[in-house]
């Protein structure tokens, strides 16, 4: 006779999932694609992660902690197409390679616009509290003035050029072509070609500029 109690209909399930965190970011993000992010919740994430309304409070003790995991995860898939982009760059010219960083995240902005979302917003994550993103942000950006002094060292940019002011234009230039793309405000701007072509085209306009600088 089996004398094991049966489970509880509407009981914690957590101990069927891998990863708990992981199942909690997951559902976070989908309620923010169906119903915006004014309405995520830990407790709601948790119903829709299948666990008790106290489970998630072990790793999320607030709406900031769980948004902060959902940036996190973005920041990781962010670091990945940087890589990819960078690795499929033409050649050893440092400024194909740094345009090649913009094209890595236009391509993960316009893939993963719910976490664009989440981890442009810090009033909605604790950005200092994240090592990771914190550390992966600072990795991209010492990327890129690596890739700058390289391509100074090579004549390809004038000594005189302010390094930071020019990391700055770029990160600008891209985020505005993705908060444009994902807003829909192309149109508006006689934008006839896909939004992920017009953007690629644009920021290629850019780095063409500073050889002629």
Not at 108 to 127: G, K
Not at 181 to 208: C, N, Q, R, Y
């Amino acid at each position: 006779m089996n004398t094991n109690p049966k489970p509880k209909a509407g009981g914690d399930k957590r101990y069927h999932h891998g990863n708990l965190v992981e199942e909690l970011v997951a559902a976070a993000v989908a309620i923010i694609e169906e119903r915006g992010v004014e309405n995520i919740s830990v407790r709601e994430a948790a119903k829709r992660a299948g666990v008790s309304p106290g489970a998630p409070f072990r790793h999320f003790r607030s709406k900031a902690a769980l948004m902060t995991a959902v940036a996190e995860q973005a920041m990781n898939r962010l670091t990945e197409s940087v890589g990819i982009a960078r690795a499929q760059a033409r050649g050893e010219d440092p400024l194909v390679a740094f345009e090649a960083i913009g094209h890595g995240y236009l391509r993960w902005a316009l893939a993963n616009p719910t976490h664009f979302e989440v981890i442009s917003s810090r009033t909605l994550i604790d950005f200092n509290s994240s090592d990771i993103l914190r550390e992966q942000n600072d990795a991209i950006r010492r990327s890129m003035i690596n890739l700058l002094i390289q391509a100074r060292e090579n004549g390809q940019l004038p000594h005189g050029l302010d390094l930071d002011q020019l990391v700055l234009g770029a990160r600008a230039l891209v985020y505005g072509l993705a908060r444009m793309a994902i807003d829909g405000h192309f149109p508006e701007w006689h934008v006839a070609e896909p939004p992920s072509e017009a953007m690629h085209k644009t920021l290629h306009l850019f780095i063409g500029q500073l050889t002629k600088s």
